[in-house]
């Protein structure tokens, strides 16, 4: 299938519930090609096979979904299989300021309110994979959390990517009140799913003085696709955190943008990315300062073994009028294997004169004189890397406030080195 | 003849250099061995040599500790059969809590031995014990290994580690450099309550002056790659009053 229409025409009969679906189906189907290798975002990243293929689209019946929670986490669960909402699994207790609804089950004002928001802070005009997901989505998740509401436990939004060669695009849409206090979790977990491609957006809206975390986690299965986008928009004195997790997933390809549209803000993101096999995982942020008096910082650590490759891409822009901008950002990886390879880039297009900006990479691999040490206390090889690896990884793990998610990404380190001491 | 260390015609060489030429060596059960030269003899190499460090080309006719083919065995192996080696530039790492890290090492040798992990209280009570022993302030032990820490401070966490690995024979490389006198009488003090009939000591050392407070059995004296004279501790003391080259002049004598 080298064609983009045949690519397109597999989901054409799939019914557009919203106005946005219907332009944004336009807009693909003329002048939007998908990216290349040859655009320079992309350069590292094939995803011509993704948007190639042929899928098919069935929801297979799931009898729980224990395997899929966070161990001893305790959320409101919100439950999408291939993308379609389940009743069944998700909560539906209200909680006190907050309104979580399916898109597709929204209705009257619930809905109006809903559009007013829908696409209208990412780019589905120029981005291929945003423009695909805004085509066909088939439902998605939207949340608003009601202005001084403080949430008193996260709400995880577990999507399960379910069966071969699915094709699931995921939405959320996330509005976070005035001076509201919120954690999400966007959980990607997979079942028997070779072949498959996740295509997620999430928008993410913070009004004046709000305080929004966003922990993405990526478990989609070590055989499935998945490219993510999260845009985040941040109002006035609001506070945001995006912590990204990625631990399996065949190819996976992460967009995080944040556009401060407001005076004293602060943009938190964090990542670590566990790779092995032949993994392939790019992580491209853009932080976009607009005005003055504003705070990003960045770390991302990646953990690489085996053939696995890894991209990191940061880019912050400080406009001319954003002066007293901080903005940092470093990434830091560490290869296990001599065959694992990582590209990084950190960028930094300054154009206000009053700012303190820093950014940084390093490669490296475990340190030999630190593991002759743990191994002279009687640590086998395994247990000292591990050791070191968790010490790496600690200061981004440290990001996640949840006691139980933390343990259970804590816990993909102990599983990649277990079993390797005799 | 006890087979708790028997080292005969060690060698190493490190990219291409013979750096050990030969050294022959025999430690029992509650001896203290002290091995001393001038710098760049060989100590730190033989200290890392026994402890299996990967750099070096080792060769030799036996190496064996308790009975066992020590070169064949991988750095972890011999700390878990026993061997337990101060170094002499402790390193340091951020992140990894001391005592986590301890309690990791610990229940790696207690399942080589067969046994259970060790239980949360009696690991609580045998760190009191053993940070008493070398004055070590619990905010130390609770740190990152080593990270931050004074040079003296990182001379009593490996005593400390010591202790808490209860090895059968301890090698201490220059354990005394860079210790001010009140450090050097806690170190010493700390091994020396660490001595009993079943384990032993190898003290590796430039100056007399640890000897003073640890006195050892045997004092050996290396120069370029052998062990060129042997003694008591009257030994010791004799190079600190003449110095090394009188025993460097009467071997290229010979």
Request: aromatic share 8%; proline share 2%; charged share 25%.
């Amino acid at each position: 299938m080298a064609n983009k229409l045949d690519f397109l025409k597999q989901f054409d009969q799939l019914t557009a519930l919203f106005p946005v679906q219907g332009n944004a189906r336009a807009v693909i189907h003329n002048g939007l090609d998908f990216p290349t290798t040859r655009d320079e975002y992309w350069k590292y990243t094939r995803v011509t096979s993704l948007v190639e293929s042929e899928y098919v689209r069935n929801v297979p019946n799931i009898d729980s979904i224990d395997a899929f929670r966070v161990p001893g986490l305790d959320a409101q669960y919100l439950v999408f299989v291939n993308g379609e909402y389940s009743k069944k699994f998700s909560d539906t207790e209200h909680i006190e300021g907050v309104e979580v609804t399916s898109m597709r089950l929204a209705e009257g004002e619930r809905k109006q309110q809903m559009l007013q928001h829908l696409d209208q802070y990412i780019d589905s005009e120029t981005q291929a994979f945003h423009a695909l997901n805004t085509s066909y989505f088939l439902d998605g998740s939207f949340i608003t959390v009601e202005k001084n509401t403080s949430l008193s436990k996260p709400i995880c939004i577990l999507n399960i990517c379910a069966g071969k060669r699915q094709a699931n695009n995921i939405r959320n849409l996330i509005v976070v009140g005035e001076m509201a206090k919120a954690e999400f979790i966007s959980l990607h977990e997979g079942h028997e799913n070779e072949g498959s491609f996740t295509n997620a957006v999430t928008e993410l809206k913070v009004e004046q003085g709000g305080d929004a975390s966003l922990y993405l986690i990526q478990n989609d299965g070590p055989e499935s696709a998945h490219i993510n986008a999260i845009q985040v928009v941040q109002e006035k004195d609001s506070q945001s955190k995006v912590v990204t997790i990625t631990r399996t997933g065949k190819l996976v390809r992460n967009n995080l943008n944040f556009t401060v549209a407001g005076q004293g803000c602060e943009s938190n993101m964090y990542g670590v990315y566990f790779t092995s096999d032949k993994q392939h995982v790019d992580n491209h942020t853009y932080v976009d300062h607009l005005v003055p008096n504003c705070n990003s910082n960045e770390l991302y650590k990646g953990v690489m073994s085996d053939r696995s490759t890894g991209v990191f891409n940061g880019k912050i822009m400080v406009h001319r009028d954003a002066q007293q901008t901080n903005a940092f950002q470093s990434n830091q990886n560490i290869l296990l294997s001599e065959r694992a390879t990582i590209n990084t880039k950190p960028e930094l297009e300054i154009y206000a004169d009053d700012v303190k900006c820093s950014h940084g990479c390093t490669i490296g691999q475990l340190d030999e004189e630190a593991m002759f040490y743990l191994q002279t206390r009687g640590l086998g090889k395994a247990a000292a890397a591990k050791l070191l690896v968790q010490a790496f990884s600690g200061d981004v793990t440290a990001q996640i406030t949840n006691d139980a998610l933390r343990d259970m990404v804590e816990g993909f380190l102990h599983q990649k080195f277990e079993d390797q001491d005799a | 003849m006890s087979d708790f260390l028997r080292v005969k015609n060690l060698r190493a060489s490190i990219e291409g250099n013979q750096i050990l030429k030969g050294i022959d060596l025999e430690v029992n059960p509650g001896e203290v061995h002290a091995i001393m030269g001038p710098n760049g003899s060989g100590k730190s190499t033989l200290s890392s040599v026994l402890a299996g460090r990967e750099d070096y080309e080792v060769e030799a006719d036996e190496v064996t500790f308790l009975g066992k083919e020590l070169l064949e065995m991988a750095p972890e192996e011999r700390a878990r059969e026993g061997l337990f080696l101060a170094f002499q530039y402790p390193v340091e790492i951020p992140g990894v809590s001391n005592i986590n890290f301890l309690k990791a090492a610990i229940n790696a040798k207690r399942h080589h031995q067969g046994l259970a992990d060790i239980t949360a209280k009696d690991f609580m009570v045998m760190v009191k014990e053993k940070q008493a022993l070398v004055e070590l302030k619990q905010s130390l032990a609770n740190r990152s290994v080593n990270e931050g820490f004074s040079g003296g401070e990182k001379k009593r966490n490996e005593i400390f580690q010591m202790a808490m690995l209860e090895p059968r024979l301890g090698i201490l490389d220059e354990t005394d450099s860079g210790l001010d006198i009140d450090a050097l009488k806690i170190v010493a003090n700390g091994v020396n309550k660490l001595k009993s009939k079943d384990n032993s000591f190898i003290l590796i050392t430039h100056y007399q002056r640890l000897l003073n407070y640890i006195v050892p059995d045997f004092v050996h004296v290396l120069y370029n790659g052998k062990i060129v004279k042997s003694g008591d501790k009257s030994l010791a003391l004799e190079l600190e009053e003449k110095g090394y080259d009188w025993i460097i002049n009467e071997v290229e004598a010979v």
